[in-house]
Structure formats: C-alpha cells, structure tokens
C-alpha cells in the first residue's frame, strides 16, 4: 500500500473507512466551486469505487490518497495522479475548507511529485486547474508548475463555460541536479 509521508502529514491509499470524508468534500460548495457542480450521493460514489482499487503506473482510474495530520490522523484533503499517457500524469488535490490557507496544499503536492517522478517513473506532471482558481495555481507554481496556456471555454461548470489553466512541470526542474533524465 502506498503511504507518503512529510513533516506534518500522513498521505494513504483511499479505503472504504474514508466515504464520508470524501462524500463530505463533495457535498461542501466552498470545496467544489471550481471543481464540480453539486453531485448526488449516488454520483459521488460513483467517483469514490474507483479510487478503491489497488494502483499502479499503469492503472486508468486515481491513485487517490487521504492527507491526514500525522498526529491526529484527522483527514484534511485528497491528493493525487492519474496517468494519461506514457511517462505523462496528471495530479489533483482537495482539501476541506478548514484545511485552506495552512500550507497542506503545498506539502501534499510535493509528495506525490516526489513519488511520481521517482517510484510512478513520470518525466512529465500536468495539472488543469478551472481559471480564477487563485488558491491551487499558487500552490502549483510554488511547486515549480508552469503555466503552459489556457484553454478557452473548456469547462462547464455552473451552467457557464469557464477557461482551464493548464500547468506543467518536468522530472529535471522538480530535480535540477538531474541533466535530462
């Protein structure tokens, strides 16, 4: 089982223990209101089976992991990737409204950047992020992510058509020291 550990948190494979955190985070405006509109609980766990499952580099569904505080083991947030194509994956994170602003984000992420590029075999992080989410490009371009451009009306959220931010960061600038590996 994957665990990522830092110096304030515990990341964890997602278990069935973890459903009303995660329907929790779905089911919170202020967490969703640039991810999703609001879902049934039906809908919600339908993106929660998947997470379920054992993950590989190779799998099709998140590798979703549960931040927790290492000391309280209190859930936090949701962190994680997806590959999405060859050496190429995609990483995500959410985090309960009380978590906002502590720097969760930004330590979690770290993490799986760590775990992709190195155990993952990744070369390439991508993340797409709804525009006008001030909050997760800050912690992506704190990370190192660059913005790579933006793509016009790509997300419908809201019953309105919002433009996505898409960020990028290869394996040799999360490791400078490294020459083109």
């Not at 929790?24 to 809908?43: H, I």
């Not at 766990?45 to 083991?73: G, K, M, T, Y």
């Not at 490009?137 to 016009?152: A, D, N, P, T």
Request: hydrophobic share 45%; aromatic share 12%; charged share 20%.
């Amino acid at each position: 089982m994957i665990t990522l550990t830092t110096a304030r948190l515990s990341c964890t494979a997602l278990t069935e223990a973890d459903w009303p955190f995660f329907l929790s985070l779905y089911q919170d405006p202020a967490v969703m209101r640039f991810v999703t509109d609001q879902l049934s609980e039906a809908e919600v766990r339908q993106a929660f089976e998947p997470r379920l499952q054992p993950w590989a580099p190779d799998a099709e569904h998140w590798l979703c992991l549960v931040v927790r505080d290492r000391e309280s083991q209190q859930p936090l947030g949701l962190t994680g990737l997806i590959q999405r194509e060859a050496s190429v994956a995609e990483v995500g994170f959410i985090f309960a409204s009380a978590a906002h602003g502590k720097g969760y984000g930004t330590e979690s992420l770290r993490a799986v950047c760590e775990f992709a590029f190195t155990q993952g075999e990744m070369r390439r992080l991508v993340a797409t992020v709804t525009a006008g989410n001030q909050a997760s490009r800050h912690v992506l371009e704190k990370m190192g992510f660059v913005l790579e451009g933006e793509l016009r009306e790509s997300y419908l959220l809201g019953g309105k058509w919002h433009n996505d931010w898409v960020f990028g960061l290869l394996k040799r600038e999360f490791f400078p020291s490294l020459s083109g590996g």
